[in-house]
């Protein structure tokens, strides 16, 4: 039976690559808004309106980002990462800096037209960075590595930013301090990324500024699975994080609240570093399909457990 080989490359190999080590911190540091924000809202709006306002809030912050990801994606083609992410970047710190400034009493109205600002401007540097992981690798070996150490890279940034911004800076100065400092990060490390060299030499290339017309990549198939399948994986993340937020707010431990979001993170990164040690496969698509056949067992395992402890009505 024939074997996968053994890899030929290492994550201390990958991130000694030249330009690597540097961008790939800075994008880390300048996607903390995508690990935190929602907890962030909650915390903020929820005790003054009620946590089913600050549950549509961040949905509207949510649709706000889903629906802008794609459009700055093509501006960024046509433009360059340089100027997109860094305008992105200043626009964001102000977003969030105004939604942690903003008397909490203040309409919720108000907060949705700042939410709807937030999402339109979170800076796109996770698909920047991955492009660069094509850019700046060499070998499909040293590429594998780098997107499995992004993915846990930033699960480790979830459980990190969390627990900084939500349990620390959020307990000892409130949700709107902790939005203000999670703004500051994401703007400086992001214009930082902008100007890299790495990122400054890239450009547009030609066969992908016209755009594909109105659904761009959608246009293949295999681009709309993996969208309907990236959709149905994520739609547990918003109600888990608003529960989560509000179980603690409810038990009068804000920094609680941190530390559960963070402990939540760790098997992600886990398996991401595992990922790390497992080399390319050649079938990717069968890979695939076991990983999410697993996930789904342990989340009917987990409903189980969950609906049999639960006390009788």
């Known amino acids: 039976m024939a074997t996968e080989p053994a890899p030929t490359a290492t994550i201390r190999h990958v991130l000694r690559q030249p330009g690597v ?75 969030l800096g105004l939604f942690g400034l903003v008397p909490a009493e203040t309409s919720p109205w108000v907060f949705a037209l700042i939410a709807i600002a937030a999402g339109t401007t979170e800076p796109i540097h996770g698909g920047a960075m991955r492009a660069l992981w094509d850019r700046l690798l060499a070998t499909p070996e040293e590429r594998h590595i780098g997107y499995a150490l992004d993915s846990a890279a930033l699960e480790a940034l979830f459980a990190v930013a969390t627990g900084l911004f939500v349990g620390v800076a959020a307990a000892a100065g409130g949700a709107g301090a902790g939005l203000v400092a999670i703004g500051a990060v994401t703007g400086v490390a992001g214009v930082w990324f902008a100007v890299l060299p790495a990122v400054r030499a890239w450009r547009p290339e030609p066969e992908s500024v016209d755009g594909g017309g109105v659904l761009g990549a959608l246009r293949q198939p295999g681009a709309r699975l993996i969208v309907a399948v990236s959709f149905s994986a994520g739609l547990h993340l918003g109600p888990v994080e608003l529960g989560i937020t509000a179980f603690g707010q409810a038990e009068g431990s804000v920094g609680s609240v941190g530390v559960l979001l963070a402990v939540w993170g760790i098997g992600s990164m886990l398996g991401g570093l595992a990922m790390t040690r497992v080399p390319p496969s050649p079938d990717p698509a069968r890979r695939m399909a076991l990983l999410c056949c697993g996930s789904r067992r342990r989340v009917r395992r987990c409903c189980s457990c969950t609906r049999s402890s639960r006390p009788p009505s």
Do not use: K
């Not at 005790?47 to 501006?75: N, Q, T």
């Open 21 to 95: 080590g540097v961008a790939f911190l800075l994008s880390l540091l300048a996607r903390m808004p995508a690990t935190a924000t929602g907890a962030l809202i909650a915390l903020r709006l929820g005790p003054e309106h009620g946590y089913a306002v600050a549950g549509v809030v961040d949905a509207v912050f949510a649709v706000a980002l889903a629906v802008a990801m794609p459009i700055w994606g093509r501006v960024l083609e046509r433009l360059g990462p340089t100027r997109v992410l860094a305008l992105q970047s200043v626009a964001n710190m102000v977003a």
